[in-house]
């Protein structure tokens, strides 16, 4: 490890491959496409449905890919993820109905059943919070509702002082402003923060770009998967909430 670390004013931590971990799960959940049906007069089959879920998923997420490139990207409403990548050649009475509901769906294609705590990181944040730090979530997300109610369901909902989500700030990591407003959340400069992500691409390229104090990258199933950006790498890499715990407790104390 080659920088000297002291003790940082927060710890701003990212979500997915960060705080919860799940497996790959189905774009079109049986119990949203049932829903959707209703919802729209069964105005489309199931099988139409659970087809343009799985498109408008994987459209999505080559917009998101995309929308890293930005320097400042903003982050699509519900209604606009709706009409944009699901809904298109919908009935308008169908879409209309779509729209009507569109943070309700996003919570329920956001939420998977199978989400697990990743290892090590309740001791983590209790280290962090024996050492006084305010703990933030930041991180991009179709419906921070329902990863508020993981986050809760976990057990560790309470132990943070604030948590920001792109569908509410209509910020986008890589933009720096999301952690800007995080660090300002607990009142402190984003210079004087850490920042734990799990991808180069969108986590270390943000903490870069606001100037946060130390990038540090767990590793997870996505990190080996994006590609390298040129001239990005992080301060620290761990495998895990126990590597992160372990750092936290080499920390020199003011």
């Not at 050492?131 to 560790?156: C, K, T, Y």
């Not at 607990?186 to 903490?207: P, Q, Y």
Request: hydrophobic share 40%; with cysteine; net charge negative.
């Amino acid at each position: 490890m080659g920088k000297v670390l002291s003790l940082p004013r927060a710890l701003l931590l990212d979500y997915g491959g960060v705080l919860i971990e799940s497996s790959s799960q189905s774009l079109a959940p049986p119990v949203l496409v049932r829903r959707l049906f209703a919802l729209t007069g069964e105005a489309l089959s199931e099988e139409e449905i659970a087809e343009d879920l799985i498109r408008g998923a994987r459209e999505y997420g080559r917009w998101r890919d995309e929308a890293s490139h930005d320097p400042s990207p903003a982050e699509l409403s519900h209604e606009g993820i709706w009409d944009d990548f699901v809904t298109v050649g919908w009935p308008r009475a169908a879409r209309e109905a779509v729209r009507r509901h569109a943070a309700s769906l996003s919570y329920e294609w956001t939420w998977h059943e199978d989400w697990a705590v990743r290892p090590g990181i309740p001791e983590a944040l209790e280290a962090a919070r024996a050492a006084g730090l305010p703990l933030v979530v930041v991180s991009n997300a179709l419906s921070g509702a329902a990863h508020r109610d993981i986050l809760a369901a976990a057990g560790l909902g309470s132990m943070f002082a604030a948590q920001l989500y792109s569908d509410e700030h209509r910020l986008r990591k890589p933009n720096p402003e999301l952690l800007r407003r995080a660090a300002q959340a607990v009142g402190s400069s984003v210079e004087d923060c850490w920042f734990v992500g799990d991808t180069i691409n969108r986590d270390i390229l943000c903490a870069r770009r606001a100037g946060t104090g130390t990038a540090i990258l767990m590793r997870s199933t996505r990190t080996s998967r994006e590609q390298a950006v040129p001239g990005i790498a992080p301060d620290i890499v761990v495998d895990d909430g126990h590597g992160l715990r372990d750092l936290l407790s080499r920390l020199d104390r003011p």
